[in-house]
Structure formats: C-alpha cells, structure tokens
T-cell receptor, first 113, second 113 residues
Framework: DVKVTQSSRYLVKRTGEKVFLECVQD?????MFWYRQDPGLGLRLIYF???????EKGDIPEGYSVSREKKERFSLILESASTNQTSMYLC????????????FGEGSRLTVL | GENVEQHPSTLSVQEGDSAVIKCTYS??????FPWYKQELGKRPQLIID?????GEKKDQRIAVTLNKTAKHFSLHITETQPEDSAVYFC????????????FGPGTRLSVLP
C-alpha cells in the first residue's frame, strides 16, 4: 500500500517561530509537492521538487522554503510563522509521466497564534 | 498561467439522483484532467481522470467528459449514494512535462437520504 506520511497532524505555533513540516514517501516517486488548502480556495501549490536537491516555486511560495536532501523526504519550512499561514498543509508525491496519480499525505493542520 | 474554475461550489442532491460538476480551464496546453475526492477529515484521492485525446471515460457510476475546444470538463455521478458526500476537486495539468496541476476551488456534494 502506497504511503505518504506527514510528521505532524496538528501543530500550534506562535508568531515568529520557525516551523518544520516533514513529508516522507515510500513509492520512489520523483516528484513531490507541498500544497496549502483553505476553504473556498482549493489546493494551492507552494513548492514542488522533481528531483533530489531540485525545487521550483509554485503559486504561493512567499514566506516558505523547502528542502529535499533525499528522494523520499521533502520538508516545508516557515522561517518566521505568521497568523496568515494558519492553514492545512498537504504533501503529495507522484511518479514522472503525464498520467501519474498524485498521492496525498493526511495533512498537517497548523495554527499560528 | 492556468486558471481552473469549478461550479457549483456546493451541490445537494437526493439519494439516487445524478450530480454534475463542471470545470473550465484556460491553458490549451493542458492535456490531463484528474478528479479528486476528499471525504471529511481525509486526504484527497483520485477517482477518475481523462487525457486530452479522449472525449469521455466511465468507471461504474462515475464518468468524466472533456470538450477541448470549449476548454471544459465535467464529472458525472449517477445513482448517488450517501458515501458520495465529499468535496470534489477538478484539476488540469501544467508545466513542460505536465508534472504539476492547477486545482479548482472544489465542490461540496451532499447526498441527502
């Protein structure tokens, strides 16, 4: 059974704190993604990576950075959390190819106070 | 860049009736259109997809149609059941290799008993 695992389901942080969200996939997928999910806005892409140490900005990269040191692991970093980053964060992976399915993690709900 | 619109944002149907969700996209280069279902508190999961060289695809009670000329595609669910209640997201592929998606804002479907 394929699996994308996110390290934390729920986090509460204070404004200005550094936040790490980690994601691990066991499917040997080349592509990994971080999405932000907010009601009425769908799934918005923050960053993606198509290979180790490679990263590309998505639609809303401001205030975020990412790290992919190993193929199976993709981390999202909030250098200085702000209240407008309170959201659900979804990690996903998919194989290369036009029709490769996107597999999502369970999500990490972040609250910034 | 690509923009995906989705309508309606909410949809209530009686059990056994049909439900239709419509999406439009803007980038004629998009060539792959998946649909994801997200049940309450769970991760989004792929339910059906269609490539741009196909006009229609069916899988049991679910079908997707694509009109490339008009740049719109639709999800059709027949004989709806309570377990069909969820948020549905359409998406269109983007990027040089179609590795990314732009998602619609989602449709909350409620199937009433």
């Amino acid at each position: 059974d394929v699996k994308v695992t996110q390290s934390s389901r729920y986090l509460v942080k204070r404004t200005g704190e550094k936040v790490f969200l980690e994601c691990v996939q066991d499917m040997d997928h080349e592509n990994m993604f971080w999405y932000r999910q907010d009601p009425g806005l769908g799934l918005r892409l923050i960053y993606f990576s198509y290979d180790v140490k490679m990263k590309e900005k998505g639609d809303i990269p401001e205030g975020y950075s990412v790290s992919r040191e190993k193929k199976e692991r993709f981390s999202l970093i909030l250098e200085s959390a702000s209240t407008n980053q309170t959201s659900m964060y979804l990690c996903a992976s998919r194989p290369s190819g036009i029709t490769g399915e996107l597999f999502f993690g369970e999500g990490s709900r972040l609250t910034v106070l | 860049g690509e923009n995906v619109e989705q309508h309606p944002s909410t949809l209530s149907v009686q059990e056994g009736d049909s439900a239709v969700i419509k999406c439009t996209y803007s980038d004629s280069a998009s060539n792959y259109f998946p649909w994801y279902k997200q049940e309450l508190g769970k991760r989004p999961q792929l339910i059906i997809d269609i490539r741009s060289n196909v006009g229609e695809k069916k899988d049991q009670r679910i079908a997707v149609t694509l009109n490339k000329t008009a740049k719109h595609f639709s999800l059709h669910i027949t004989e709806t059941q309570p377990e069909d209640s969820a948020v549905y997201f359409c998406a269109a592929s983007i990027g040089n290799y179609g590795q990314n998606f732009v998602f619609g804002p989602g449709t909350r479907l409620s199937v009433l008993p």
